[in-house]
């Protein structure tokens, strides 16, 4: 049973101020990344985990072409907002499903057994504690030949306790701002992880980059692309700036076969 924060109307009005909420997945700074690694998805079947509002949902059938795309996530105002922002046109190409990916099948959704072509997700399997079901499942689920890309916060950031990730300064340093270390503590330590984040309480789940990776090859999955992707905004200092660090694992993986 997962803590479904994002059903917390706290939460949800504050998550719905931040810029990504605003612009929708085109306006996340690492979509050009992930357009790219997504590929020809035109007349796919793709499966969106953890949809949210369902931004990636629309863009893949209006801009990507794509044949019918399921969006699942467990939160209803975020499916509300999702079924608000869904126009006549799309709705018969968008499915909308409520679903705890702790516990989730995706081999029945609304009575099709078709599998999927493509499995995309943005910040979600953080939250999730049951990873390599969840893994499992997406890996049954998918056509031979299918590719999984998805995105979690960088483990950096899941890692250290009792204290919110940010970036600090150097203790010995006399003012500049240039000397400033990200504190990283509890690293191999996974598991539940409490933050303050819009509201005080969230749960989210730390694991290293190894575990990400080895359940997925233990799953069956063949790895084909990582990135430790970060902003180049100037306020992060540039590409070779102090604060060049990661802040989105990115994982493409897909299942052996030939494509259907
Ligand atoms: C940071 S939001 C990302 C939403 C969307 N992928 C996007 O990029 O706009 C995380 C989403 O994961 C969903 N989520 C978290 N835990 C979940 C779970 N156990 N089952 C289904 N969805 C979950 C939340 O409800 C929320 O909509």
Not at 72 to 95: C, F, G, P, Y
Not at 138 to 147: D, K, P, Q, T
Request: charged letters at 25%.
């Amino acid at each position: 049973m997962t803590q479904n924060i994002y059903d917390n109307k706290e939460f949800f009005d504050e998550y719905a101020k931040l810029e990504r909420s605003i612009k929708g997945i085109e306006g996340y700074r690492e979509w050009p990344l992930l357009r790219e690694q997504l590929g020809n998805v035109s007349g796919h079947r793709i499966l969106d985990l953890g949809t949210g509002c369902g931004y990636f949902c629309r863009v893949a059938v209006e801009k990507l072409h794509a044949k019918e795309v399921v969006g699942v996530d467990v939160s209803e105002l975020m499916l509300n907002r999702a079924r608000e922002l869904t126009n006549t046109e799309l709705q018969s190409k968008i499915h909308y499903q409520q679903m705890d990916l702790e516990n989730a099948q995706f081999n029945n959704i609304n009575g099709r057994s078709e599998k999927f072509d493509s499995v995309f997700s943005v910040f979600v399997c953080h939250y999730i504690k049951n990873l390599e079901t969840l893994f499992t499942r997406v890996f049954e689920c998918m056509n031979s030949g299918a590719v999984f890309l998805f995105t979690v916060e960088h483990p950096i950031y899941t890692s250290t306790r009792d204290l919110d990730p940010d970036w600090i300064p150097l203790p010995s340093s006399t003012g500049d701002s240039n000397k400033i270390i990200w504190p990283l503590s509890n690293y191999n330590d996974e598991g539940e992880r409490v933050s303050n984040w819009l509201v005080n309480g969230v749960i989210k789940q730390h694991r290293t980059i190894a575990t990400y990776v080895n359940t997925l090859i233990k799953v069956g999955f063949r790895i084909e692309f990582m990135d430790e992707w970060f902003s180049i905004k100037s306020d992060m200092g540039g590409d070779n700036g102090p604060k060049a660090g990661p802040k989105i694992l990115v994982i493409k993986v897909s299942k052996p076969g030939n494509h259907a």
